[in-house]
């Protein structure tokens, strides 16, 4: 058994988990989405009133994580779907709200601990693809294929509009680009675990890539790691 650890983290909206999702399903790996579990615990704390004025109740917050439930269940589909205590989540979870105010919880050290002891837990058998922020840095140091994903922040902004108003959601262009920029300057510039490439980790601006050619890429890196 060969199975290796792919880590895949950048950029907000930079097609992360497009290709980590295509790359699980070619090799028959799991794939993780580790930046739905950051938005599962956000959602969590909007629901329980944990935030008054963008303001997170920190001192509450320590108190409930242990109340906090977060797991992917695959739907009829064979797609991962996220579940907060039993509940599917994973419509909510992408919500401008949500958007909003995940980088503010994310950067929170306890938040981190917690998320990162499942996340590793998650990978204990390899054969997995997990995308985030600090996956090749924090999460698995040494997974054997690090990728760092980049492209510019209005290829990343139009993208990630478009996939919203494709699942029916409704934002502007504006709304998203500087939803994304707050997000990648709050997640590179926090204390605990911050967004950076790993030493290691092989960069890929896909700014005028296609998915085909994308994917074609990671393939091809996955067969240099193996
Ligand atoms: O990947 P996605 O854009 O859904 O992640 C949402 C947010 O979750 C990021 O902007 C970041 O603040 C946080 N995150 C993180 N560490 C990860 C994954 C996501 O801090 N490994």
New binding site residues.
């Given amino acids: 058994n060969n199975n290796i650890v792919i880590a895949i ?1 950048g950029f ?2 930079c097609g ?2 497009t290709m980590a999702k295509e790359l699980a399903k070619k090799l028959g790996y799991i794939y993780i ?7 599962a615990v956000t959602l969590f704390c909007i629901q329980n009133g944990l935030v008054t004025n963008g303001v997170i109740d920190e001192d509450r917050l320590k108190d409930e994580m242990r109340n906090i439930k977060i797991e992917f269940r695959i739907n009829s589909e064979g797609r991962p779907e996220t579940y907060l205590n039993d509940k599917n989540v994973e419509q909510e ?2 919500s401008m709200q949500v ?1 909003n105010l ?2 503010p ?3 929170i050290g306890f938040v ?1 601990e917690a ?1 990162t002891r499942l ?1 590793q837990d998650m990978g204990r058998r390899k054969g997995i693809v997990m ?5 090749g840095t924090t ?1 698995f140091p040494n997974a054997e294929l690090k990728i760092f994903v980049t492209a510019s922040s209005d290829t990343r902004a139009k993208r990630r509009l478009e996939e919203m108003l494709r699942k029916g959601q409704t934002a502007t262009y504006d709304e998203v680009l500087k939803n994304v920029e707050e ?2 300057y ?2 590179q510039h ?1 204390t605990v ?1 911050p ?1 950076r490439k790993a030493d290691d980790a092989i960069l890929l601006d896909n700014s005028h890539m296609t998915l085909e050619q994308q994917d074609q890429w990671l393939y091809n890196e996955y067969l240099k790691a193996v």
């Fill in positions: 983290d907000s909206s992360k988990s989405d580790s930046g739905a579990m950051y938005r979870i992408r958007s995940v980088s919880v994310s950067a981190r998320m996340q995308d985030g922020r600090d996956i999460v997000r990648d709050i997640d926090r675990s967004l």
